[in-house]
């Protein structure tokens, strides 16, 4: 619907230049088109994409770091105790052989002893209670898409 009222070479003339426009449109849709079918087949390729896949890995790193420490920990205490536990019954039995073999003990040794063996029972209950707690500081920040109004 054109207003204007043309001679047939006019109207002709007139139908070209629409027909011109009408391509210059869908080169223009072409071309958005095609920027569309790039994006989605590249978008593997994006810089912002890589940068999410660098952050997840040292985030991995992070976490894989704290874990192995706190198993070395863990493994180190769980170690330990028995360790000191089984060195102070082994000089406490050491002490009762010697007072059961020379008869030289007291009511006071059998004291020591009894509380001693105590002490190594209420260690090794304890060791039980070994658990783990998480820090409230997080490990890894969380990554957001910030929109730029341009």
């Known amino acids: 619907g054109c207003s204007r009222i043309f001679s047939p070479k006019h109207s002709i003339d007139h ?3 629409l027909g011109k426009q009408l391509e210059e ?5 072409d071309l958005i088109q095609q920027t569309i079918i790039q994006r989605t087949e590249n978008r ?3 810089t912002l994409l890589k940068k999410i896949d660098q952050l997840e890995q040292e985030s991995i790193v ?3 770091q704290v874990a ?3 198993r ?3 493994f180190k205490c769980a170690n330990q105790l028995p360790h000191d536990v089984k060195k102070n019954l082994q000089l406490i039995s050491n002490d009762m052989k010697i007072g059961r073999e020379e008869n030289d003990f007291s009511e006071i040794d059998i004291q020591q002893w009894t509380q001693k063996l105590e002490e190594l029972k209420k260690e090794l ?3 039980s209670n070994i658990s783990i707690q998480q820090d409230s500081t997080p490990l890894v920040t969380k990554i957001n898409i910030n929109y730029k109004d341009t």
């Open 62 to 64: 992070k976490i894989r």
């Open 72 to 74: 070395n920990e863990l």
């Open 44 to 46: 593997k390729q994006h």
């Open 25 to 29: 449109i869908e080169a223009t849709r």
């Open 125 to 127: 209950q304890n060791s």
């Open 15 to 17: 139908r070209n230049e």
């Open 68 to 70: 192995e420490e706190v």
